[in-house]
């Protein structure tokens, strides 16, 4: 080996060696600033050989240049969610199911602190970091490799002997409390936009086009579990295989232990409550996973999480504060929201100045004011809100919060329907505040899928007055977009191109994308495979709707009244006359849909599908697809961990097959 390449692979080790002392070990044996001098070194005798360099250096953690988006991803395994519970009796039943179920008593579980920041997978090939991507939806996540190869904590080459060919880890990336401050502190010296708290830091580091800004954030990152694993590996415990996965220099929890039965799980909780204050990063429970490995596959899974873990939720935190004014807002359906105005205060480490008060019922049941004492919750990402009034404190001559009777945006009229509490504004298209959030939705990913119009640049376009309908994307030329800001002569001929291939969908998409109320994916296929045709949609009677698989009187009113909104069919005419075309739905043969006539329910876990792919599928290829099972009902999908419906449908002699059928379909 050349004196050079040796150097090199000296001061990589060495570089690698001090990362894993310092963020695996948490025992750092040098000084920052000899840390940088080291990798300064390496660095400069990498600029005079390029030749030498390889993908598993130090100093190769950014890339070159911004990414264009993110690709989707989808996970080998599903990464799924977890129950919860919130109080110790909730966790006492938890352990008793599961006790129960087993036949194990007692239970041992691996506890761990509920970090929050954003769930990430990262597959190692070969000991090289290949590939990372963000939850998602809990089977397609976005690729964000390049973002997380500039988090140091997580190497880019694996530790040890006899690393799996393949190796999947999941975990969570997360913003330390004091790297946040630091961030901020620097950001509002240069003028540039701070965060409002760690995890919302985080995730926006992680969705970043440049990972050069990435780099600069201080992430840092826990594993908590294994995903694919191209070996199989004789660990017994959840346990034993996070200290494997510590050992390849991936950084655990430090506070993770093993704890016995509700009893232990309940000490764990409580000590993990009276550190959270002192500890570097945020957290909002803990959890609980069984951590026999064997004992874990037995309890299986409940629809999208496992049976045998959950969340043990810190209560929702509290703050008073004053409201110094009640105004509305109006949401993407027209739906008037009331706001309260609120003195700033800090609720759950974020400072909160608005808060919802949902609706005027709620307004009158609570007897908010302004000027009014108030506890506000806030917990976890969810909107905080206004909780009760501190009657005690309220000033003389305090009055009544009137809701308005025309939309602050366009001045319309507003409704309110039968049997619900939320006042609309019907301008649909034609109010301002409706129109951003209508067209954001038009070009979202599952509707138009117009790649580069994302949320900002939309809202954008509608305050320049460049758009007004979803059919003015469609007229628009490079020399009305290269006077936004930020967009170049390049942006705009490939934002042009996008919306010009996306004239082109499918019937059910362009539904979908036309954003009428509680008609998602499932319903917009059924609409249009059943239908055929907008031209049929127009005229459509309630009744004739009701009848299709899945749609019920409100959903079928939703859809009438939709169509029935004269504004609604000028715009759907505008879109046909800018050139928006799909395929003709033809009618299936018997071939195309050997289900016609069948009646089937879907019950259990399903690995390969969600449980709205698998009901597209099966609407497509003929079946009717309902909830529950009756002597009506053909067939049953039966998923892992299938319940009360398999036990009914044997009961009763209905066919029942695995969910590898409906695959091979």
Known sequence: MPPINAEIQVIRKQLNDYAYQYYVLDEPTISDAQYDELYQKLLAIEKAHPDLITPDSPTQRVGDKPLDGFKQIKHEMSMLSLGNVFTEQELKEFDERLTELSGVSPICYAAEPKLDGLAVSITYLEGQLFQAATRGDGSTGEDITANVKTIKAVPLKLRGDNIPHKLEVRGEVIMTRSGFERYNRQAEIKGEKTFANPRNAAAGSLRQLDPCKTARRPLAFYAYSLGVVSEYLKFKTHSQSLDW??????????????????????????MIGEKRPTLDYDIDGVVYKVDDLALQIKLGFVTKSPRWATAHKFPAEEATTIIENIDVQVGRTGSITPVARLHPVVVGGVTVTNATLHNEDEIR???????????????????????????????????????????????????????????????????????????IHFVSRKALDIDGLGDKLVELMVDEGLIKTPADLFHLKKQDLIQLERMGEKSALNLLQSIEKSKHTSLDKFIYALGIREVGEATALTLATQIKSIKALKTIKAEQLEELPDIGPIVAKRITSF????????????????????????????????????????????????????????????AKVTSSVSKKTDLVIAGENAGSKLTKAEKLGIEVKDEQWLVDL
């Open 365 to 439: 049941r609570k007897d908010v004011r302004i000027g009014d004492t108030v506890f506000v919750r806030r917990a976890g990402d969810v909107i905080p809100e206004v909780v009760k009034v501190v009657l005690s404190k309220r000033p003389k001559g305090s009055q009544q919060f009137n809701m308005p009777t025309h939309c602050p945006a366009c001045e319309t009229k507003l409704v309110k329907l039968e049997g619900e509490a939320v006042l609309r504004c019907p301008a649909g298209l034609y109010c301002d505040a409706q129109r951003k959030q209508a067209i």
């Open 563 to 622: 169509f029935a909104e004269e504004h609604n069919r000028q715009v759907i005419e505008q879109l046909m006359q800018a050139g928006i075309t799909w395929d003709e739905i033809q009618t299936p043969s018997a071939k195309e849909q050997p289900l016609i006539g069948k009646t089937i329910v879907l019950t259990g876990s399903l690995s390969q599908f969600t449980r709205a792919t698998a009901k597209a599928k099966l609407l497509k290829l003929g």
């Open 245 to 270: 996965v510590k050992t390849l220099g991936i950084a655990v929890n430090p506070l993770n232990q093993i704890v016995i039965g509700a009893h232990g799980c309940m000490q764990f909780y409580q």
